[in-house]
T-cell receptor, first 108, second 114 residues
Framework: KNEVEQSPQNLTAQEGEFITINCSYSVGISALHWLQQHPGGGIVSLFMLSSGKKKHGRLIATINIQEKHSSLHITASHPRDSAVYICAVSLAGNQFYFGTGTSLTVIP | DTAVSQTPKYLVTQMGNDKSIKCEQNLGHDTMYWYKQDSKKFLKIMFSYNNKELIINETVPNRFSPKSPDKAHLNLHINSLELGDSAVYFC?????????????FGNGTRLTVT
């Protein structure tokens, strides 16, 4: 069983829809990361958080430490949001565990 | 440009060969990493270096040897390449290992072993 589980694995949405990607983890963490991997392969760090909520543009990330759960929300989705979104957790000692990713396709 | 850069972008080689992938960051970060992304897009950490010292060495074959000549560089040398080594390898860096240190990734090196 993977230490980090993401859902859904694949997601197709119409442009403008509100999107939620979920991440659950089973280990004690220092921080949780949301990464975006573009179709070209490059990986960008979107958020790093250990509590509460962070917002950047149309992206919102929340985390509930007690429930060991995080969500990534995209408001007013756009085709350029199409990418793979990866949840990762970092532990003490700089250990990392990654989810298997959520492939998002936003249709115009 | 400030960035994490890794070379080469593509690497095609035959089984049994030895190859190296280079990584450099000019962000002034103290910590650098190597990750492997398999064909199912699953990322897994391989190595982590902090100020030129190894702090994580996951259970990777000892054919993989990281080398950090200084804290701005973390190169990955692979001996006796095998078919199963085919993957995309990502280098990344962070300022430290605490909450205020997001990861910055290189663009990846696609290794194909034939």
């Amino acid at each position: 069983k993977n230490e980090v589980e993401q859902s859904p694995q694949n997601l197709t949405a119409q442009e403008g829809e509100f999107i939620t990607i979920n991440c659950s983890y089973s280990v004690g963490i220092s921080a949780l990361h949301w990464l975006q991997q573009h179709p070209g392969g490059g990986i960008v760090s979107l958020f790093m958080l250990s509590s509460g909520k962070k917002k950047h543009g149309r992206l919102i990330a929340t985390i509930n430490i007690q429930e060991k759960h995080s969500s990534l929300h995209i408001t007013a989705s756009h085709p350029r949001d199409s990418a793979v979104y990866i949840c990762a957790v970092s532990l003490a000692g700089n250990q990392f565990y990654f989810g298997t990713g959520t492939s998002l396709t936003v249709i115009p | 440009d400030t960035a994490v850069s890794q070379t080469p972008k593509y690497l095609v080689t035959q089984m049994g060969n030895d190859k190296s992938i280079k990584c450099e960051q000019n962000l002034g970060h103290d910590t650098m990493y190597w990750y492997k992304q398999d064909s199912k897009k699953f990322l897994k950490i391989m190595f982590s270096y902090n100020n030129k010292e190894l702090i994580i060495n996951e259970t990777v074959p000892n054919r993989f040897s990281p080398k950090s000549p200084d804290k701005a560089h973390l190169n990955l040398h692979i001996n006796s390449l095998e078919l199963g080594d085919s993957a995309v390898y990502f280098c990344a860096s962070s300022l430290g290992t605490d909450i205020n240190s997001p990861l910055h990734f290189g663009n990846g090196t696609r290794l194909t072993v034939t």
